[in-house]
């Protein structure tokens, strides 16, 4: 696909460096510069087939050397940005993904890019524009085949541990298609704009639109700072924007200037979304042309609401789900909540040539609104037979996917199951509590496992933390028929995150357990 590209003049990405300059690329001139840095790499030593970890210091650097890597053969795996993590903790995550990945080199630019410590065997390429080295052959694209690795995709995983995803050839073509096309019926009108780290959406923010020929906006994001992100939006005319359900959980409403019209889809793909924070989102910048739309639930690539359509929410009886894990719908009327019934967004429905099944502990497949974990069949999952297990549990109604939470986070007392999120909910309604900065664990009891609160915050008064746990403890037994065992309290910023924001609970829970906290 890269070398039909290579003359063409159509708009193709726009990289944004850190002090806001902006390069517009065409499609040619990309294809030029990746076919220039696979030339480097071939020259370095790189051989078709084997996996190289690059370093990317900028989006002008990531987008040549993905390309370039994909153009000589190459499997890249990209390093989380260095701004989003401490140096230590970026140069552990960073090894330890060299590590599992088998990547022969570690692809950075000269020094003085900022690419970060050494992490291991490394390969300095420049980005430089230039021709291809004399004497260097790139392999013939007709000779790739759909099912040769495309490229591994890790992600931090709730606990802080690397979990790689592969993907060929043909999985990265089918995920642009249903991403872009089958989803958001994207065109060349449109512009893409991504807000979630690049290491984590390479098919979403980079190559899907390339693919797909719709122009992309890259620059380094900064998923808890939404003001940035939005201020982007609108600087670069973006019709299509992906954002983590962090980002929208801690956008606050806008300055007056901003304008938000040309957006017809603002994109979250987590799961599970908390219905509150994605309507305040929406109510909050509707004053800048937002419009009530365009907020798009999906779940990676496998289902997707569609732009337009209003957000789907279902709200279901606590004691079938907690019990026995069944979501019984409660009723429609918002009033229902006040008597304690449980609210999940819909991701939309499976998209062509997908399906979703849901399974118990034994992976035999459950039935309508029966709670279970997720399983993912169709052209974007690696085993299209067997399906990808996902790790998060859900339910399946009316056709459209609900995502409940993760398998690992779900708490369990007495023999009933409770997703942390909604005890998360409850306890930020608590004064002196705030949403994002409180996390809902288990610990071991003397019967059954019991639940701790983790709070962020400064140091309060004994007599304060005494008040506070027994105004958390009033909430969380009144929403939820639950008792709360112990409230934590933890300097601000100590609860652990992942690169886009997301609280890592399993981590947490480990650190708890561990003696980190009292």
Known sequence: MLARMRDSPAAGPITVADDGSARAWSLGELVAAAETFAGRLIAGGVRR????????????YLLVAVFGAVRCGAVPIVLADRSALTPEAWAAAAERIVRMSAARWVVRPPAGRGAGPAVGPELVVDDASGPVPVNISLPDPASVRPQELALLQFTAGSAGAPIG???????????????????LRAGP?????????????LVGALLGPVMRRVPAVLA??????????????????????YASHATLAVAGRPPPELDLSRVRAVVCADGPLVAAALRGFVEQHADAGLARGALV???????????????????????????????????????????????????GRPLPGHRVEVVDADGEPLGER??????AFGPCVDDDASGQRTGHRGYLADGRLYVTGRARDVIVVHGCSYEPHHIEREAARVPGIAAGRVVALARPGAVTDELVVVVEGRAVDPAVLTTLTAA??????????LRVAALVQVPTGALPRTTRGDLQ???????????AWT
């Open 165 to 183: 995803a592969p993907l060929t050839h043909a999985a990265v073509l089918a995920c642009a298609r249903a991403r872009l096309h089958d989803a």
């Open 472 to 481: 958390l403890r009033r909430q969380i037994q009144g929403a939820l028929g």
């Open 370 to 375: 029966e709670v279970g974990e997720l399983v």
């Open 297 to 347: 639930p999906a779940y990676g690539a496998v289902a997707s609401a569609a732009p337009g359509e209003p957000l789907v929410v279902d709200r279901v009886a606590p004691d079938p789900f907690h019990r026995d894990g069944f979501a019984a719908p409660q009723g429609h009327d918002p009033g229902d909540l006040s008597r304690g019934s449980l609210e999940f967004v819909a991701s």
């Open 505 to 515: 609970r399993a981590r947490a829970r480990e650190l708890l357990l561990g003696g």
């Open 220 to 241: 380094r994001p900064a998923p808890l700072e939404p003001g940035r992100w939005l201020q982007a939006v609108q600087r670069f005319g973006a019709t299509i924007t």
């Open 49 to 60: 087939g084997e996996r190289l970890a690059i370093a990317a210091p900028d989006p002008r």
């Open 189 to 201: 009108g449109d512009r893409v704009l991504g807000w979630m780290p690049l290491h984590l959406d």
